[in-house]
């Protein structure tokens, strides 16, 4: 059962798309399922209920990507039909609330905006990490992957989708198929899963990635800016994290990892 944990929707968030049209791409791409993680906001039971109906063979799965200053954290499942607003000052209460309700939490594109991260995992620690998305800074692969066994974190991916053409590009694949959010809560824990991708979403995503970064290389390289690349037709995403020696070229490394043989508990220090 293949399932994107991470797909933004026009209605509540700054997706690009109703989720109506966002699951339609997912369905066609091949998912079986998907997660609605709109910013800072999940879907009620009724809204749920009503995409179901809409898609009955689709699994249609509640959760929400929470910020956290400059961090972002997804916040899956749960009993809660609302999140709770925090800082990096109060984001303990980000991981009590996961814990009442039952949801699993996971650092979104970890590292997306620079080398440190604003969260202290001292004081809240998700149970995941995002290793695979279209925001993740594929430059700092190892650094997510010595995150993830320093901290005991599963590592997972989801597309963070905004257009329906990206639904699905990074996934996780279970071991079996889950009905509701509990099951995929109980998979993601007990690492009965690994990572995909779809090969035409791949060969699309790394066409894109080799262009916009190549170009924006090359007026760097000319002593060009921002403006200047704008100019030449790159698109905006790619400009800033070159320039600052990052990359959203897709990591192959991370295709098929099964993180409970790959991911282990290291005590600090």
Not at 1 to 28: C, F, Y
């Amino acid at each position: 059962m293949r399932v994107d944990l991470h797909v933004q929707t026009q209605e509540n968030s700054d997706g690009k798309a109703p989720a109506a049209e966002m699951i339609r791409a997912g369905i066609e791409h091949g998912l079986d399922g998907l997660v609605i993680t709109d910013h800072n906001y999940m879907l009620t039971r009724a809204e749920q209920e009503a995409l179901a109906a809409q898609f009955p063979d689709f699994r249609i799965f509640r959760g929400a990507e929470v910020s956290v200053g400059v961090d972002h954290v997804l916040v899956i499942g749960g009993e809660a039909e609302e999140v709770p607003k925090v800082t990096p000052e109060t984001v303990a209460e980000l991981g009590e609330f996961a814990r009442r309700g039952g949801a699993l939490t996971a650092l979104a594109h970890p590292f997306w905006r620079g080398p440190e991260l604003e969260i202290d995992l001292d004081e809240f620690c998700p149970e995941a990490i995002d290793a695979a998305s279209m925001n993740v800074d594929t430059g700092r692969f190892e650094q997510i992957v010595g995150v993830a066994r320093e901290w005991g974190m599963h590592i997972v991916a989801g597309t963070d989708a905004h257009n329906p053409r990206e639904v699905g590009l990074f996934h996780i694949v279970l071991d079996e198929p889950v009905e509701e959010e509990a099951g995929l809560i109980r998979a993601i824990r007990a690492g009965r899963y690994c990572i995909g991708t779809f090969e035409a979403l791949w060969r699309a995503r790394v066409e894109e990635v080799g262009f916009n970064e190549g170009l924006a290389r090359q007026v760097i390289q000319e002593g060009g800016g921002r403006e200047h690349y704008l100019q030449r037709g790159g698109h905006p995403a790619f400009f800033e994290r070159v320039a600052r020696g990052g990359s959203h070229m897709p990591r192959e490394e991370f295709i098929g990892l099964r993180t409970a043989q790959a991911v282990r508990r290291v005590r600090r220090g």
